[in-house]
């Protein structure tokens, strides 16, 4: 085994673009430390704000979930982890027992909603029914349903659960196909819009997934290591993922250098101004008349849903 570098424990990571191998109690401390500096670099959480948390139950979510409750009372935030179950069967129930354990091990109690139990159907069939494929409709309710609820209980910001390997993927995705929307886009921290969206924080912007899974594998941290059944490797965005772990491999630092340089020169992308307004339906952001959940369930279930996942957010108790 080869030691820390920072005492005589077993080292069990090492971080190429720091030239560091860490032991699982100072990868802890150093992961809290990068998690602290990006919160402060983009003035993410101020003091007071009460986060609200997704946690889908993957390494990624869980770690974030661990590490903001590790810098709460020092930063003085309030978390409260917020699982939706998408209604993919057994992939489902795992996860939403990996965010229960994880909670119970923090001490903090989730909310958790149920796709299927608000609007009848899973993510899967609601899929189905619009002729879309699963993951395209899967992005709009997850997102749908964490501003939802974030707006409805009055919490300061979402944490969602992004990744420096997720980010640089989609940012390399949108060179390579000349989306200078997404581009513009490309940010740690999206602001709040009065009564139509809570402002939304990516914490593990600069952090990479490599350094997760020895995190979360190392302090036992509960997670579904399982993939969802619809995740599909074939995909450009994934090419990106191996492209860039290969050009990390040789280049240590590459993809925080990548995604740190689109964020500070995203003006000058086309489509940064893109105007906002209240869905006509549900009364949540959206960029035409009807938000794309509206949309979306007209269009598979026969009517817009927004009203019935606002009132069912409305119901959910925290404490
Ligand atoms: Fe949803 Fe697709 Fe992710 Fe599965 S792989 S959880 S369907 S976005
Ligand atoms: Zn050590
Ligand atoms: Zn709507």
Redesign the pocket.
């Known amino acids: 085994m080869v030691r820390c570098s920072l005492c005589d424990r077993d080292a069990v990571v090492r971080i190429g673009y720091a030239r560091l191998r860490l032991c699982r109690a100072h990868l802890r401390e150093y992961l809290v430390r990068r998690v602290r500096r990006t919160i402060e670099r983009y003035e993410m959480i101020g003091q007071g704000d009460r986060v609200l948390v997704a946690v ?1 139950g993957g390494k990624d979510s869980s770690a974030m979930l661990s590490l903001l409750a590790a810098l709460s009372g020092e930063l003085g935030f309030e978390v409260v982890p917020f699982h939706l179950d ?1 209604g ?1 069967g057994s ?1 489902s129930e795992a996860s939403r027992r990996a965010v229960e354990e994880l909670s119970g091990m923090l001490g903090l109690k989730p909310l958790v909603v149920s796709v299927r139990d608000v609007l009848g159907v899973g ?2 069939e609601l ?1 189905r029914r619009a002729g879309r494929p ?2 395209a ?3 709009v309710v ?1 997102r749908y349903f964490l501003n939802a609820a974030a707006v409805v209980l009055g919490f300061d910001v979402v944490a969602v659960g992004h990744t420096a390997d997720d980010v640089s993927a989609y940012v390399l995705k949108a060179f390579l196909t000349q989306d200078w929307g997404s581009l513009a886009k490309t940010s740690p921290v999206n602001e709040a819009v009065d009564g139509l969206a809570a402002r939304r924080v990516k914490p593990l912007f600069e952090v990479h997934e490599k350094e997760i899974l020895a995190y979360v594998l190392s302090w036992g941290l509960p997670f579904v290591g399982d ?6 490797l074939s995909t450009l965005v994934f090419d990106c993922r191996r492209a860039l772990a290969m050009l990390e491999r040789r280049r240590p630092g590459l993809r925080l250098s990548l995604i740190r340089g689109v964020v500070r020169s995203r003006g000058i992308f086309p489509g940064s101004e893109e105007p906002v307004r209240a869905c006509s339906e549900c009364g949540l952001i959206s960029s035409g008349e009807m938000c794309s959940f509206c949309h979306l369930t007209a269009s598979a279930l026969g009517e817009p849903m927004g009203a019935e996942v606002i009132e069912c957010s409305s119901q959910l108790s925290i404490g």
């Open positions: 889908s998408l993919i992939y993510v899967p899929a699963a993951c409709v899967c992005g997850k993939a969802c059944p619809y995740a599909k």
